[in-house]
């Protein structure tokens, strides 16, 4: 067997010793009676172990040094060249940190996390501050050992959209945010005003299930390999190449919150039924990063779950399960789940104010990464930004600074993947209605087969055979922008509140 085998075959059954505990990891957030926790937590401490010997086994090392001699140059796009430098990249980061650097962070994200749930409890930010101080003295230390380019951030973003650069992402930021808030601006001022209350009347949960897995069928969720199931905090994962798992929760007095939430988990599901099953375990047939994830998920819920072909579609369908519409006209259902909103808390954002939530903390954690805001100064910072951005100022820094739970458990870098994947989406979603001709006349005919297989030819199936900026311009000809999401915005909002594009 020559090297190169004897390195997929290790991390294959890496994999499989990984799908175990998404497994465990699933069965704990949907099915897991409460006495079961205990004994879960060592189940899953005891794989997490064995997973991390597989990963940072010696011998990882030794055949990809002889198989990347062994193999030469070659076209690094290939299957066998994404295969070495995607197993090359997660070897060197993972033993490049000193143990003790390991233990230590871990140890910090756990009582950051403790800290966090009782500071924020309390609205107490002063408790929280010395336990973030400590989390970003060991993430600078992190990305001083890992190594980085040009600044540290890059360092933190890598471990969720690799060989991003902050430098590129902070430019396409930027230009979002100067286009954004005279948009928030103008709706805020707009006399035009959706009724919500459409949306908060009974919608029983039955009805919601079957009326969500419906939907989650038509856009393309292949429910013989996958399943949806109710959760406290949605999510999707896989444990295996045919069995990925969606998840949801139900508010009967708020019809948006299931429904948007299957179609963006299933969005995150359909990536992952798409990837390619002979490559499971290795880079080919890895999803690309966390911005491309949600580009999928967004893609999904918002440029089809929230257009007027989707519901022009649904919408009888919709009347037919739940009386509380039947007598709602589907303009006044449209234009309320389109409500544009400036509010304080990130999670319940609408399409647009959300990525102004994102750019604060991006904006916020360049600044205490390198040292511009010192961590006392934060909820100050932090009240300025969505001052300045959105118009609002948090009352309480329990709904201000420590809204998230990403700082405490030491996801910094993180955030901007969010804003990425709303970018991608806009930008896919317009170079797949030039080449497939006419979307919206396919989604009022309920046709969403195209798109779906169109995303599975060109994102899903490159797995990491690209990297995420090479793959942008490789499928829509240019590097990211971020005017596809402000036309995009001001084509679907303007009509909403009468408001042109300066
Ligand atoms: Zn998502």
Redesign the pocket.
């Given at each position: 067997m020559t090297a190169y085998d004897s390195l997929v075959e290790h991390l294959k059954e890496t994999q499989l010793v990984g799908s175990i505990n998404s497994l465990l990891g699933w069965d704990e957030r949907t099915k897991l009676p409460k006495g079961g926790g205990a004994y879960r937590a060592e189940q899953m401490t005891y794989v997490s172990g064995l997973l991390h010997k597989m990963r940072t086994d010696p011998r990882v090392g030794d055949w990809l040094a002889e198989a990347e001699q062994q193999v030469g140059e070659q076209d690094p796009h290939s299957d066998q060249a994404t295969v070495l430098r995607e197993a090359r990249r997660s070897f060197d980061k993972l033993t490049k940190l000193p143990q003790d650097l390991v233990e230590n962070i871990t140890r910090a994200e756990v009582e950051g996390q403790q800290a966090w749930v009782d500071a924020r409890a309390a609205d107490d930010f002063p408790a929280f501050a010395p336990y973030l101080k400590r989390i970003i003295e060991l993430k600078r230390q992190q990305a001083e050992a890992i190594g980085y380019d040009d600044c540290i951030y890059d360092a933190l973003m890598d471990d969720f959209e690799p060989g991003e650069k902050t430098s590129n992402v902070r430019s396409v930021l930027e230009g979002l945010r100067e286009d954004l808030v005279p948009l928030v601006e103008a709706i805020s001022e707009s006399a035009n005003r959706p009724d919500t209350s459409i949306l908060t009347r009974s919608y029983p949960a039955s009805a919601q299930e079957s009326f969500g897995t419906m939907a989650a069928a038509a856009i393309g969720f292949d429910f013989e390999r996958g399943r949806l199931d109710v959760t406290h905090h949605p999510f999707?994962t896989e444990m295996g190449p045919d069995d990925t798992r969606i998840t949801t929760r139900y508010d009967e007095h708020f019809f948006p919150m299931a429904f948007f939430g299957i179609l963006?988990?299933a969005?995150?599901g359909i990536y992952d039924q798409g990837l390619r099953g002979d490559h499971y375990g290795t880079g080919p047939g890895e999803y690309l990063s966390l911005g491309f994830?949600?580009s999928q998920?967004?893609m999904w819920e918002n440029q089809v779950g929230r257009s007027l072909p989707f519901w022009t579609h649904m919408y009888s369908k919709a009347q037919d399960n739940f009386d509380s519409l039947q007598a709602v006209a589907l303009s006044d259902f449209y234009f309320a789940i389109n409500n544009v909103q400036p509010s304080l808390i990130r999670v319940e954002a609408d399409e647009v104010t959300y990525n102004l939530h994102i750019i604060i903390r991006f904006e916020l954690e360049q600044a205490f990464m390198s040292g511009d805001v010192s961590v006392e100064d934060l909820p100050g910072a932090w009240s300025e930004k969505y001052q300045h951005y959105l118009g609002i100022t948090p009352p309480n820094d329990a709904d201000g600074v420590m809204q998230d739970i990403h700082w405490s458990a030491g996801l910094i870098g993180y955030f901007p993947t969010?804003s990425l994947?709303n970018l991608y989406a806009a930008q896919l979603f317009d170079k797949a209605d030039e080449e497939l001709g006419g979307l919206h006349q396919q989604f009022e005919r309920g046709e969403f087969q195209p798109l779906k297989d169109w995303l599975v030819e060109k994102i899903h199936k490159p797995g990491r055979c690209y990297s995420a900026s090479e793959l942008i311009e490789r499928v829509t000809g240019n590097p990211l922008s971020h005017s596809h999401l402000v036309d995009y915005l001001y084509g679907k909002l303007g009509p909403l509140y009468g408001i042109e594009r300066p």
């Open positions: 999707c963006h988990e969005g995150h994830h949600e998920s967004r969010y994947g």
